[in-house]
């Protein structure tokens, strides 16, 4: 992700400040109001802005993912994510984010991009259990994991309140926080992120460093013609 428009980290610490000062609604979790699809418009326009929730349907990116999913070695949490692509029932989240490693199963990811929080839990109980350095993920708050009211996103004990309301808004906010904070990728996500970043929303294709395993996949879902 490092490129030319990454800045030093104390510039960073800067925009940061300068950021949750001009737009108090980031500091608290009870508004609905958020900065993150304008100022990532900002950075990258519109167009680039809108990659994602464009894309992401059945007849293009979705069924292709889907299709490559179909391939891997056949474990529960595969199968549950399955599902969930599927619009069917998925019940993968956990209580408090695991720990950061280099090489995770499937499940282990799942814990670095979405947490489920009860709503009758406190969400300052959540930000205690969590380690300070880890790097942004999903907050989902509701009832039961099947019934989703309110996304987060969870940065340095902050919450960034989403404006969507479905997973795949709230996954695009996600993704535009690195964008908008200047911060790294979770080095465990590292390859996921790098795909989305050049293969959806087109952001330094030519510059940025993808693993072989990302080109590879990035060739397939560009230069395939017909159905996937």
């Known amino acids: 992700m490092r490129n030319w428009r990454i800045p030093q980290r104390t510039t960073k ?53 889907i299709k490559e999913a179909e391939s891997l070695t056949t474990t529960p949490v595969v199968q549950s994510l399955l599902r969930s692509a599927r619009n069917q029932n998925n019940d993968e989240a956990s209580d408090c984010p695991g720990n950061r490693r280099q090489k995770i199963s499937a499940a282990q990811a799942v814990d670095h991009l979405v947490v489920f929080h009860k709503s009758c839990r406190s969400l300052e109980q959540h930000l205690e259990c969590q380690e300070a350095t ?44 690195h964008f908008v904070f200047s ?17 959806v929303y087109n952001i330094d294709v030519d510059t940025t460093k993808e693993s072989p395993k990302v080109k590879e996949l990035r060739a397939k879902f560009m230069n395939r013609t017909g159905p996937f």
């Open 13 to 65: 610490e800067k925009y940061a400040l300068g950021i949750v000062t001009l737009f108090p609604a980031l500091k608290d979790p009870l508004s609905r109001k958020g900065y993150i699809n304008q100022d990532f418009s900002l950075i990258f326009g519109p167009e680039t802005a809108d990659k994602l929730l464009e894309k992401w349907h059945p007849s293009f990116y979705k069924r292709k993912v």
């Open 134 to 177: 880890r790097q942004p993920y999903l907050l989902a708050a509701g009832t039961r994991k099947q019934s989703i009211n309110t996304y987060y996103v969870v940065i340095d004990k902050k919450l960034i309140p989403c404006q969507g309301t479905t997973s795949l808004t709230a996954f695009d906010e996600l993704f535009k926080v």
């Open 183 to 199: 911060v790294d990728y979770d080095d465990a996500l590292s390859n996921m992120y790098s795909f989305l970043q050049t293969t």
